[in-house]
């Protein structure tokens, strides 16, 4: 029983908080849900952004539980370089490299490694949020060509995607449920104005009208739906990691901040009420992260488990917003001001309550393994 990261996972880590910290640390908080294309490119060319996927596209070949790692240890100096990184390699990119054909793997790929372009996710529908089966857009396939009907929202920086990873129905059951890649000049794609979340990034309305694509861009068909879900729950675990680093970063500030602030002649570090404070937000962050670990670690046919993943997405996304708080609470009046980070912080991991299935969705799961005979 071993939740540590290997030695050579060490290395790459600090590697990688090497370069993040003279590099990316500096910018950290003013790209405002912009994409960091500088930081991405020189991820690209140091081969950290495809270092997960395959060789034979040009990838590192690593294991999807090296770019969670990763994932952690960036999100900890700089959250949106680690969000793009987490995207690249085991986030919506994955999926192709998954699942896609050479031709889908050829066009697709070469652009996400190089840092120039993005593919989003596009699962959610106006009347099928958490019950993602309760989906409509349908894709009809007509000899070499796939034709798409339905529309999807929140799909996040779909203002500023190449392409979408579009999970529709290819007929009236869940085993119909597969996903077709579109790129955002596709005919019969409409992208709607972007609109804003909490975190600052931007989301849209895809709004498909006889949509078609070639036949080669259906991603996936045949008992579609299981491994779609497979893959996510490592898209998931990325989420958990990304919410956990950026946890540590509050702590981080916290020590900071209270072994240097000053009040009533005391350093506020002192207190033995705020010494409590931090202690707590380091045990839940300790439990998180062990969480995170042992859903990377224990696996099936090589995704992590339903119960595993669902209890560390939902105790890394909870942990993470009560550490942010926390923070907040611990800087005072300064914390809660834009000029300081952590409200920023606070709104990045407030998301992962939602995004990716909510956590009350998580706990259904996470019950129905429990009480399954
Ligand atoms: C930051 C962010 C990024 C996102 N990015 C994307 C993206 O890129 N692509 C995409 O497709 N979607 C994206 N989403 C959408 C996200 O997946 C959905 O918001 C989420 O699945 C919940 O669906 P909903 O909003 O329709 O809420 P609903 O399903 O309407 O749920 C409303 C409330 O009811 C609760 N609830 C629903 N059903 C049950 C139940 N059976 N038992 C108990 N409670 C229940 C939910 O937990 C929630 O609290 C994003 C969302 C956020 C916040």
């Known amino acids: 029983m071993d939740f540590q990261p290997t030695a050579e996972q060490r290395e790459l880590n600090d590697a990688l908080t090497t ?36 060789e034979s596209v040009g990838g590192g ?20 370089t680690a969000y793009f990184f987490f995207s690249a390699n085991t986030g919506p990119s994955s999926f192709i490299a998954q699942f896609g054909n050479d031709s889908i793997k050829e066009r697709f790929l070469p652009g996400v490694m190089s840092g120039e372009e993005i593919i989003r996710i596009a699962i959610s529908e106006p009347e099928a949020g958490s019950d993602v089966t309760a989906m409509r857009t ?8 796939v034709v798409i009907n339905g529309n999807k929202i929140f799909s996040s920086h779909a203002d500023k995607a190449n392409a979408f990873i579009v999970y529709v129905r290819f007929g009236p059951t869940n085993d119909d449920i597969g996903a077709v890649v579109v790129e955002r000049d596709a005919p019969g794609l409409t992208i709607g104005p972007p609109d804003q979340y909490m975190s600052g990034t931007n989301h849209c309305e895809l709004l498909f009208e006889n949509c078609t694509v070639p036949v080669d861009n259906v991603l996936i068909r045949e008992q579609a739906f299981r491994k ?5 729950s490592i898209e998931r675990t990325g989420r958990a990691a990304h919410a ?33 404070m931090l202690a707590d937000m380091a045990i839940q962050l300790d439990a998180a992260r062990l969480l995170l670990y042992r859903a990377m670690t224990e696996t099936k046919d090589g995704f992590p488990t339903r119960y595993n993943s669902s209890v560390a997405k939902v105790h890394c996304a909870e942990t993470a917003t009560f550490v942010t708080d926390h923070a907040m609470q611990l800087h005072g009046g300064m914390g809660f001001t834009t000029s300081m980070p952590l409200e920023y912080l606070y709104r990045q ?14 706990r259904n799961g996470i019950a129905k393994v429990l009480l399954r005979d």
Not at 138 to 145: F, P, Q, T, V
Not at 355 to 361: R, S
């Open 19 to 54: 370069l993040a910290r003279k590099e990316f640390a500096e910018t950290a908080f003013t790209h405002k849900g912009a994409i960091p294309h500088d930081n991405l490119r020189r991820l690209a060319e140091l081969g950290f952004l495809g270092m997960c996927m395959d």
């Open 61 to 80: 070949g690593r294991p999807w539980q090296d770019g969670i790692l990763a994932t952690e240890a960036l999100a900890r100096i700089c959250p949106t």
């Open 138 to 145: 349908s894709a009809d396939i007509r000899s070499d060509e």
């Open 228 to 232: 779609l879900m497979g893959q996510y």
């Open 244 to 276: 956990v680093g950026i946890s540590q970063l509050a702590i981080d500030m916290s020590i900071e901040h209270l072994k240097t602030r000053k009040q009533f002649g005391s350093r506020l570090a002192d207190f033995q009420g705020l010494q409590w």
């Open 349 to 362: 991991v407030r998301a992962v309550k939602i995004a990716g299935g909510t956590v009350q969705v998580h």
